[in-house]
């Protein structure tokens, strides 16, 4: 059974809301996933591993950190 930390990891992106800004429109439009408020300032980018994978090689591209 595979670990659920792993699973969590490959399906979402966590992510300050301000890295977001400017990006966030493009990223909605191209990729399938949902972005929720964790909290205040942070946001959660949840999708399927495929479209994480994407999304986060695509946030790279555009100068997002993802930790």
């Known amino acids: 059974m595979p670990d ?3 699973l969590r990891d490959s399906t ?3 992510v300050a809301e301000d890295v977001l800004e400017g990006v ?3 990223l909605e ?3 399938t996933v ?3 408020h964790v909290d ?3 946001l959660r980018i949840v999708g399927s ?3 994480i994978k994407d999304a986060s090689e ?3 591209r555009r100068g997002v950190s993802i930790p």
Request: overall charge negative.
């Open 29 to 31: 439009r191209n990729f």
């Open 58 to 60: 695509f946030l790279g």
């Open 12 to 14: 979402q992106i966590v």
């Open 49 to 51: 591993p495929v479209e």
């Open 4 to 6: 659920p930390a792993t």
């Open 24 to 26: 966030r429109e493009e």
């Open 34 to 36: 949902s972005i929720v």
């Open 40 to 42: 205040e300032d942070t």
